[in-house]
């Protein structure tokens, strides 16, 4: 079983509890609030009791519909954190005299991988961890090997972040199959999010890639 599936469902889990927490945490203190007005409203007549009750039914709108402004520090907060674990990484390998950990980079307009025999698997699950490269070069630059962001990802990071906390649906990425190991074509951001979220799989639309007359490399950048 791939390491991912095994111990990416204890992040997620730990994901999940923190997230529920604090949702939690912010519940309670709009229902206190709101009993704190219901009691004022009743007590009072008038405008203020009308006044009160407006505002009653604010808060519990309030606490049953989550606000966007709070998706998107969340998600802020989530992305700078990743941000600045790449940086501590970056310096301690610096430290140690070796160059940033960075995706592998397969051109598959040139060399074997431009003339493999090409295999559709159609769309289904993968490891996460499997991925270890990139088609694009720049894109090697952006996000590091464990799929972190690099500062300029921000907007589309936060945006597609936001949207798997709501559960929205994402199209499947795109790969290579290289051996046992993944190629992002398309997609790059979706997997940095999705491991921020503790997903141990991502859904993929896979192609095989082939050498003619002998087996797939072991790493996608073995000559």
Known sequence: ???ALRSHPFRAAGHLAGTLGRRAARRRGRLAWLGVVLL???????????ALAILALMLVVDA?????????????????RLVRARR?????????GLPPARLDVLDDRGGW???AERRSLGVVPIALDSITGTVEGAKAGLFDA?????????????GLWMAQAHGASLPPISVYRVGTAH????GHHRVSVALEHGAPVIDAEVVELR??????PARALEA
């Open 40 to 50: 004022a409203a009743a007590a009072l007549r008038g405008p203020l009791g009308v």
């Open 1 to 3: 079983m791939p390491h």
């Open 211 to 216: 050498r003619h007359g002998a087996g797939a």
């Open 88 to 96: 501590r990484e970056e310096r301690r390998r610096r430290r140690r």
């Open 183 to 186: 190629v992002l074509r398309d």
């Open 64 to 80: 049953m519909v989550p606000l966007p402004g709070e998706s998107w520090s969340e998600a802020d907060d989530r992305f700078w």
């Open 113 to 115: 991988a431009s003339v």
């Open 146 to 158: 464990r799929l972190r962001p690099d500062p300029s990802a921000a907007q589309r990071w936060k």
